[in-house]
């Protein structure tokens, strides 16, 4: 048998946490980091090691995993843990932050470093199980292609760093513009005296299904605030006007009052 490969996780935010739990459950020896250290502790209590830096948990590692918020909080890790990282060692960041990102990070890496990006799909009750969708992009050697295999279901976006941080773009704002479009629609119907539940049963039929079931969702975790963020990635990222998401990011952005709420809270 192959020895399991020793993983730093850093980010164990709502996402971060279920995904490094089911790595540390699947026999890796696991050393984790977040920048507030009291949601390390379930996990040290569960047998991971906790480090106080994002230098001290990539030391000795063979796999870096990273689940960070956004583009900044990615390059404040990157700062730290860049210098520390050793020949052979395979970064593999899942966060959603972007192509030119993934690209800027890529240029950064030291000699014999390779970087995966492989952000995810999925909320909180898949990461927990491994049955999360994988959009993997850059290079893939042996052991990233067994830990992505541990994540859930892998496509493969291409050779090119920041391929898979595009489709993510392209599939979480499809997924945020149609619960945006659900909530549009049910507040039409409201407005009409029409019954919520009539409009939802009615648009749960026809091509919205998948949007009405998320709108609607529980024990869903993808709070507003990092909607209006992916929102804000991709109509930075796109050379054509995206009107539709300009909507909806001044849409989210106009509700502060929901940042960390799940998306479907939306709804009216």
Same mark, same amino acid.
């Given at each position: 048998?192959?020895?399991? *490969?020793?993983?730093?996780?850093?980010?164990?935010?709502?996402?971060?946490?279920?995904?490094?739990?089911?790595?540390?459950?699947?026999?890796?020896?696991?050393?984790?980091?977040? =920048?507030?250290?009291?949601?390390? *502790? @379930?996990?040290?209590?569960?047998?991971?090691? +906790?480090?106080?830096?994002?230098?001290?948990?990539?030391?000795?590692?063979?796999?870096?995993?990273?689940?960070?918020?956004?583009? &900044?909080?990615? =390059?404040?890790?990157?700062?730290?843990?860049?210098?520390?990282?050793?020949?052979?060692?395979?970064? +593999?960041?899942?966060?959603?932050?972007?192509?030119?990102?993934?690209?800027?990070?890529?240029? =950064?890496?030291?000699?014999? +470093?390779?970087?995966?990006?492989?952000?995810?799909?999925?909320?909180?009750?898949?990461?927990?199980?491994?049955?999360?969708?994988?959009?993997?992009?850059?290079?893939?050697? #042996?052991?990233?292609?067994?830990?992505?295999?541990?994540?859930?279901?892998?496509?493969?976006?291409?050779?090119?760093?920041?391929?898979?941080? &595009?489709?993510?773009?392209?599939?979480?704002?499809?997924?945020?513009?149609?619960?945006?479009?659900?909530?549009?629609?049910?507040?039409?119907?409201?407005?009409?005296?029409?019954?919520?539940?009539?409009?939802?049963?009615?648009? %749960?039929?026809?091509?919205? %299904? #998948?949007?009405?079931? =998320?709108? /609607?969702?529980?024990?869903?975790? /993808? @709070?507003?605030?990092? &909607?209006?963020?992916? +929102?804000?990635?991709?109509?930075?990222?796109? @050379?054509?006007?995206? @009107?539709?998401?300009?909507?909806?990011?001044?849409?989210?952005?106009?509700?502060?009052?929901?940042?960390?709420?799940?998306?479907?809270?939306?709804?009216?």
């Amino acid at each position: 048998m192959e020895k399991p *490969e020793k993983i730093a996780f850093l980010g164990l935010g709502g996402m971060g946490a279920p995904m490094a739990r089911h790595l540390l459950a699947a026999g890796h020896p696991l050393t984790v980091w977040n =920048r507030t250290r009291s949601k390390a *502790e @379930p996990l040290a209590a569960a047998g991971a090691t +906790v480090a106080d830096t994002p230098a001290e948990a990539v030391r000795g590692a063979d796999l870096v995993v990273t689940m960070l918020a956004d583009p &900044a909080a990615v =390059r404040v890790v990157a700062d730290a843990l860049l210098p520390a990282l050793r020949p052979g060692v395979h970064w +593999v960041d899942t966060s959603t932050v972007g192509p030119d990102t993934v690209r800027e990070l890529a240029a =950064r890496l030291p000699e014999g +470093v390779t970087l995966t990006d492989a952000p995810v799909m999925g909320s909180v009750d898949r990461a927990a199980t491994g049955a999360m969708w994988v959009l993997a992009g850059g290079p893939r050697p #042996g052991p990233v292609a067994r830990l992505l295999d541990r994540l859930g279901q892998v496509t493969d976006c291409g050779p090119e760093p920041g391929s898979g941080a &595009a489709l993510k773009l392209v599939l979480i704002n499809a997924a945020i513009g149609g619960v945006a479009l659900v909530a549009e629609a049910l507040r039409l119907g409201r407005g009409l005296g029409l019954p919520d539940d009539l409009v939802r049963t009615e648009l %749960a039929r026809g091509p919205l %299904a #998948g949007a009405v079931a =998320r709108t /609607f969702a529980e024990g869903s975790h /993808f @709070p507003v605030a990092l &909607a209006a963020k992916d +929102v804000s990635l991709a109509t930075a990222h796109s @050379p054509d006007p995206l @009107p539709l998401l300009e909507a909806v990011r001044a849409g989210l952005a106009a509700r502060p009052d929901l940042a960390e709420r799940d998306l479907s809270a939306i709804r009216p």
